[in-house]
């Protein structure tokens, strides 16, 4: 099986440096500012394979967890506070991001973008101070737990 996966692996990691030379290389040098088709499906096609990692790698979290659960019942009570933690970051955030209206100018249209658009940044940007504070905190945590015993 390890094996299978270090193959699995290389062949990631060669479409990742494959598809990265591809957006390099189609990207064109000039100062111009002006940006050809090749170099927009080379960028798009990039940020596509980053959202399928990134799915692939929720997925493979959630399947390690869950056949974890399955075979030892001691980490389920912890596994079930860290999605309760999450969930209630979400939310916490969305109903911040809710309160405050944000105005982020569309340059390209005129005006402002819209408050879905908005309020899913807004969201984001919120949920990302959330886990950066909680890693912060963690971390002291732990470096003052350590110092007493």
């Known amino acids: ?5 270090n193959i699995l692996l290389i062949v990631l ?3 990742t440096v494959a598809l ?3 957006a390099v290389i189609a990207t064109p040098a000039s100062s111009s500012g002006a940006i050809d088709a090749a170099a927009c499906t080379a960028v798009a096609y990039n940020i596509v ?5 990134f799915v692939g790698t929720i997925c493979a979290a959630l399947y390690c967890a869950i056949v974890g659960m399955v075979k030892s019942s001691t980490g389920i009570k912890s596994t079930l506070v860290s999605v309760g933690v999450v969930v209630v970051v979400v939310a ?10 944000v105005l982020i100018p569309n340059i390209e249209k005129g005006g402002y973008f819209g408050e879905s ?3 899913l940044s807004s969201a984001s940007i919120w949920v990302a101070y959330f886990a950066m504070a909680g890693a912060i905190l963690s971390a002291l945590w732990s470096e003052i737990t350590g110092a007493f015993k």
Not at 49 to 53: D, I, R, T
Not at 92 to 101: N, P, R, V
């Open 117 to 119: 658009e908005t309020l």
């Open 49 to 53: 394979w980053a959202y399928l990692l």
């Open 92 to 101: 916490a955030s969305y109903l911040i991001a809710k309160g405050h209206e």
């Open 1 to 5: 099986m390890k094996k299978v996966l």
């Open 13 to 15: 990691l060669a479409i």
């Open 20 to 22: 990265c030379a591809w």
